[in-house]
């Protein structure tokens, strides 16, 4: 590695990539293409960053297998950065092989921590679990250590378990300091923000409350007969009736638990549930059925009893019933929820992740950019999206272990 080469990887780890930059911008031989490549990713150009590193990695001889893999798993971090997870993992699984291969434990590492961010980032919640169980914590770098942790909290936080989640972003915080990357620990200060944040509301016939995590957790755990519209189901303690993919039963149930202790008239079911203002014969005989089926599903749980005008949700045991909103209403919660983590998201990208198609996205952007609730950058496909309140993502904070500094 020639001075030149080793100056700019240095400066790349002390964060400085302009001075990186000065010291490679007019070469164009393979190495000097890959720090170019990380410099622009940390500077935040990730487009140009990916076709430095994709020109890099083809630039590197057969047997430069170790700097191909190395230049694989930048501009995995740069597509992650970019949030554009579409395409195939197996180059990165390829690359983190190769980097075991040749001994490269941090980087291969590294490799790892991408893979099991994106499954987050996809809600393959099961699968970034196991991928981050297979990694071996030990003798990490600070900088990893708290991503680690951070992927951890994660998977924590999308499960309730807040205890775990705040342990874990107590070690990416201790991490994060021994780093000394501001960003980082930028990040991971974002990440126990959200723990004081409003996750939930909780309705009530006299009106609503906003509930940290924490209290929904510890509301999931109590005895009350939670009618879910975050998750779309309802249950008490460990019971669960999932009604995702029955949107109609769970139109049903959150009317019902939304007028609970009192009934719902006919008519207001009917509107809640086959969203029609002029009910015949044909809807009343199709609330029966409905109701029917919601009742023979929760019968373990609660009655459903006819009243002269319609119906009453009565739960066992005396149990209260609560009806548990997301922290804002309309259907496009999911779509804020996950822009908020402050990174800029693809059309293509957001779908995969919510499993609608990329026209329900598109619409459902449209309308959050009128309402002022998101923003776009960009035009055509390389438009990404925003929350209007949030903006940075410190993925690339790996990128300079992408090269050794020799």
Known sequence: ????????????????????????????????????????????????????????????????????????????????????????????????????????????????????????????????????????????????????????????LRSLRVDTARASLAQARAAAERSGVPALQAEVARALA????????????????????????????????????????????SAWVALARRPVLFALARALAQAWPGGVDREALIADAFRTRRPDETHRARLRVEIGRLRALVKTMARIEATGRGFVLQPLDGREVVLLAPPFDGDQASLVALLSDGAAWSTSALALALGASQRTVQRALAELETEGRVRAIGQARSRRWLAPTLAG???????????PIE
Do not use: W, Y
């Not at 509301?219 to 939670?226: E, I, M, N, R």
């Not at 993502?393 to 090269?403: E, Q």
């Open 1 to 156: 590695m020639d001075s030149l080469i080793t100056a700019s990887a240095r400066a790349l780890a002390a964060g400085d990539a302009l001075g990186a930059l000065k010291r490679v911008a007019l070469r164009d031989d393979p190495p000097a293409l890959a720090l170019r490549g990380i410099a622009m990713a940390q500077l935040g150009e990730h487009p140009r960053a990916r076709e430095l590193l994709r020109r890099a990695g083809r630039g590197f001889g057969a047997r430069e297998e170790l700097a191909r893999a190395r230049c694989v798993v930048a501009e995995a971090e740069v597509a992650l950065a970019m949030r554009d997870l579409g395409g195939s993992p197996r180059p990165l699984a390829a690359a983190a092989a190769t980097l075991d291969a040749h001994a490269d434990r941090a980087n291969a590492l590294q490799a790892r921590l991408i893979a099991a961010r994106r499954l987050v980032l996809l809600g393959r919640l099961d699968e970034a679990t196991a991928a981050l169980a297979q990694l071996d914590a030990r003798g990490l770098s600070p900088a990893l250590a708290a991503v680690a942790e951070l992927v951890a909290a994660e998977l924590a």
């Open 194 to 237: 959200t723990l004081d944040q409003p996750a939930a509301r909780r309705q009530t016939q006299g009106g609503e409350q906003a509930l940290t995590l924490e209290a929904v957790a510890a509301l999931l755990a109590s005895q009350a007969l939670v009618v879910d519209a975050c998750r779309h189901g309802l249950g008490h303690g």
């Open 393 to 403: 993502f410190t993925t690339i904070l790996l990128l300079p272990a992408a090269l």
